[in-house]
């Protein structure tokens, strides 16, 4: 098991609109691939922690590096786990602006 975490800076802000359609897109792909997470989105900064198979990360992780969404990635941290922290969350998702955290 591996945990990622990275930030990057959106390209222009996201509108509740398109960050809802980001995290379900997100959980589509993450079902399929093992992957949990969390992302959190403030003032057009998104910071967000991926966990599963490290070979399912590096692919993953390449997408994001070619998503023309965001620039300015910067992977803080990338290591094995023994378990989950967020076994259960296809993708949470933190948005500042509405103040909450969204379980999904």
């Given at each position: 098991?591996?945990?990622?975490l990275?930030t990057s800076?959106?390209?222009?802000e996201?509108n509740q609109?398109e960050?809802?359609d980001?995290v379900q897109k997100?959980?589509?792909?993450n079902a399929?691939?093992g992957?949990?997470?969390?992302?959190i989105?403030?003032?057009?900064v998104f910071t967000?922690?991926?966990?599963g198979?490290?070979e399912?990360?590096?692919?993953?992780?390449n997408?994001?590096?070619?998503?023309k969404?965001h620039h300015?990635?910067?992977?803080?941290r990338d290591?094995?786990v023994?378990?989950r922290h967020y076994?259960?969350?296809?993708?949470?998702?933190?948005s500042?602006?509405?103040?909450?955290?969204?379980?999904?």
């Open positions: 098991m591996h945990q990622t990275f800076q959106a390209l222009k996201f609109s960050l809802f980001l997100a959980q589509v792909y399929s691939h992957i949990t997470g969390m992302i989105y403030e003032q057009g967000e922690v991926l966990e198979e490290k399912e990360l590096e692919i993953l992780m997408k994001i590096l070619q998503d969404r300015q990635i910067r992977v803080v290591i094995p023994e378990s076994q259960e969350w296809l993708m949470g998702f933190y500042g602006a509405d103040d909450k955290l969204i379980k999904l």
